[in-house]
């Protein structure tokens, strides 16, 4: 069982700056994958940026040169840098982690992106 605690979340004026932080329960270098994803009111939950067991990052396209995914082993933490944010970034945000062949998620965070 892995139990994820996502903060960081909030309010912040279109072109500006947040950082997520997701907190894990157990050694996050035995998941598969982490990740972050999002769902905006009335859409389907996706997933915005990965980060593998190996390092390897990988990101939607819509987040891509603006969101970076970064961990910290020793912490068990998963961070996600988000700058240039946009109004259409609103979302709830859910940290995810697989543990093949198992995703567990956050409760979410809330951001909110005013234009």
């Known amino acids: 069982q892995v139990q994820l605690v996502e903060s960081g979340g909030g309010l912040v004026q279109a072109g500006g700056s947040l950082r997520l932080s997701c907190a894990a329960s157990r050694n996050i270098f035995t998941f598969n994958r982490m990740g972050w994803a999002r769902q905006a009111p009335g859409k389907q939950r996706e997933l915005v940026a990965t980060i593998t067991s190996g390092g390897s990052t990988n990101y939607e396209d819509s987040v891509k040169g603006r969101f970076t995914i970064s961990r910290d082993i020793a912490k068990r933490t998963v961070y996600l840098q988000m700058n240039s944010l946009k109004p259409e970034d609103t979302a709830v945000y859910y940290c995810?982690?697989?543990?093949?062949?198992?995703?567990?998620w956050g409760q979410g965070t809330q951001v909110t992106v005013s234009s």
């Open positions: 995810n982690a697989l543990v093949v062949p198992t995703d567990y």
